[in-house]
């Protein structure tokens, strides 16, 4: 298994510019979320998705979109980047159904807006 | 969910026990208490998670006090690949806030020769 695999791994945008950060699990979770971390801060949710057709937004949620179209996959859209999304991004997918459990994370995008 | 407070950092000399403690004063009877680590920019590792009994791994030990208050983790011979920050996060058992793990500071460990 692959587990979390995000891309790209680094993109420089321009203000205004708009784009999708893909993820995509091989482990079948039901859950995925996105977090934002800045530099010398912990991370903090974007949103997330409780399963295929479901999202929620999470603590953060301006300025981007997501969709959950099927159970792999959770892309990340920002229609119009601002310098203040400069970011590393990372995607987290969980397996089971209620309850808390292990979040398994990807390696992180680290998005630059000039 | 429950807050936590932890040290900003801490350091152990390698070969030596870290502990690294937790205050969740305020977590309830549904609440797990977990441990990731993020090394570098890497993303966050699973450690280990308990309720009330004490558990353990092969990573490590978790520690949580008889009122649930406080917990310990254990990292019980420190190597230099050990230098991370590590969070201490409470999470509900089901319900809507399931799997929406809220990360604090957490503590940097920094483990010497």
């Known amino acids: 298994n692959a587990g979390v695999t995000q891309t790209p791994k680094f993109q420089v945008l321009k203000t205004g510019q708009s784009m999708t950060l893909q993820c995509a699990q091989d482990?079948?979770?039901?859950?995925m979320s996105w977090y934002r971390q800045d530099p010398g801060m912990g991370l903090r949710l974007i949103h997330y998705?409780?399963?295929?057709?479901?999202?929620d937004q999470g603590e953060v949620p301006n300025g981007y979109n997501v969709s959950r179209s099927t159970t792999e996959d959770f892309p990340l859209r920002l229609l119009s980047a601002a310098p203040s999304q400069t970011s590393v991004y990372f995607c987290?997918?969980?397996?089971?159904?209620?309850?808390?459990?292990?979040?398994?994370f990807g390696e992180g995008s680290r998005l630059t807006v000039l | 969910d429950a807050k936590t407070t932890q040290p900003p950092s801490m350091d152990c000399a390698e070969g030596r026990a870290a502990n690294l403690p937790c205050n969740h004063s305020?977590?309830?009877?549904?609440?797990?208490v977990y441990w990731y680590r993020q090394i570098h920019s890497q993303g966050p590792q699973y450690i280990i998670h308990?309720?009330?009994n004490n558990e353990t791994n092969e990573m490590a030990s978790l520690i949580i006090t008889e009122d649930r208050k406080s917990s310990t983790l254990i990292l019980p011979h420190a190597t230099l690949r050990d230098t991370a920050v590590y969070y201490c996060?409470?999470?509900?058992?089901?319900?809507?806030?399931?799997?929406?793990?809220?990360f604090g500071q957490g503590t940097i460990l920094t483990v010497h020769p």
């Open positions: 987290a997918s969980r397996g089971g159904g209620r309850g808390a459990g292990e979040l398994f």
């Open positions: 482990m079948n979770h039901e859950y």
């Open positions: 998705s409780v399963g295929a057709g479901i999202t």
């Open positions: 305020t977590i309830s009877g549904n609440e797990y």
């Open positions: 308990g309720l009330k």
């Open positions: 996060i409470v999470v509900r058992v089901g319900g809507t806030s399931y799997g929406k793990l809220t």
